[in-house]
């Protein structure tokens, strides 16, 4: 499974971007989404995810400012990005926990830059 990201770049503080991110996964099944983020001398951290419900849950510090969301018939998870500021700098990556019979495992995107800077 595939999964490819788009989106990312360079916003100044209080910007807004939105991060998308496509799987190619036609003969599996995808439950949980979401996205991780790696700041710069930090280990990677679960910035918010969605399951195949639509139910979501975020790191505390993206509450109220970031939104993710999905398209189940395109296989597509969406974070939008409002209020950014300097400490949301970090390469995002997205995931997919996808199900194949009795089989389940997790997919990665290729990750996208998102640098929040005057």
């Known amino acids: 499974v595939q999964l490819v990201q788009s989106g990312g770049g360079l916003v100044q503080p209080g910007g807004s971007l939105r991060l998308s991110c496509t799987a190619s996964?036609?003969?599996?099944?995808?439950?949980?989404m979401g996205w991780y983020r790696q700041r710069p001398g930090m280990q990677r951290e679960e910035v918010a995810t969605?399951?195949?419900?639509?139910?979501?849950d975020y790191l505390d510090p993206v509450k109220g400012r970031f939104t993710i969301s999905r398209d189940n018939t395109k296989d597509t998870v969406f974070l939008q990005m409002n209020n950014l500021k300097p400490e949301d700098t970090a390469v995002y990556y997205c995931?997919?926990?996808?199900?194949?019979?009795?089989?389940?495992?997790?997919?990665w995107g290729q990750g996208t830059q998102v640098t929040v800077s005057s």
């Open positions: 996964a036609s003969d599996f099944t995808i439950n949980f």
């Open positions: 995931y997919a926990h996808v199900l194949s019979g009795p089989i389940s495992f997790d997919s």
């Open positions: 969605i399951t195949r419900g639509g139910n979501t």
